[in-house]
Nanobody, 117 residues
Framework: QVQLVESGGGLVQPGESLRLSCAASGSAFNSYSMGWFRQAPGRQREAVAS???????AYENSVKGRFTISRDNDKNTVTLQMNSLKPEDTAVYYC???????????WGQGTQVTVSS
């Protein structure tokens, strides 16, 4: 069982930056692939960025070059650094943990990111 708690959301202006953090409790964090998803009003939840247990990263096309995902296996945390934010990045951002060997998946409660002038 894994519990995920996100933090770092807020209101920023276009072009500014935010750093989201996800703290995971439970065991075997380093065996999980971690990811960030987002859901805007009226839209389906979409994957934003992911990082495997071995550190391989992947990004949704619209955030490539602006967002960076990283993980710290000693602290059981995953971070999403978001730069050059745009109004279309506005959404609730969710942290996700996926363990391939058991196909277990867990979600955080979400944190709101609003980009507006």
């Amino acid at each position: 069982q894994v519990q995920l708690v996100e933090s770092g959301g807020g209101l920023v202006q276009p072009g500014e930056s935010l750093r989201l953090s996800c703290a995971a409790s439970g065991s075997a964090f380093n065996s999980y692939s971690m990811g960030w998803f987002r859901q805007a009003p009226g839209r389906q939840r979409e994957a934003v960025a992911s990082i495997t247990a071995s550190g391989y990263t992947a990004y949704e096309n619209s955030v490539k070059g602006r967002f960076t995902i990283s993980r710290d296996n000693d602290k059981n945390t995953v971070t999403l650094q978001m730069n050059s934010l745009k109004p279309e990045d506005t959404a609730v951002y969710y942290c996700n943990a996926y363990r391939p060997i058991t196909r277990s998946t867990y979600w955080g409660q979400g944190t709101q990111v609003t980009v507006s002038s």
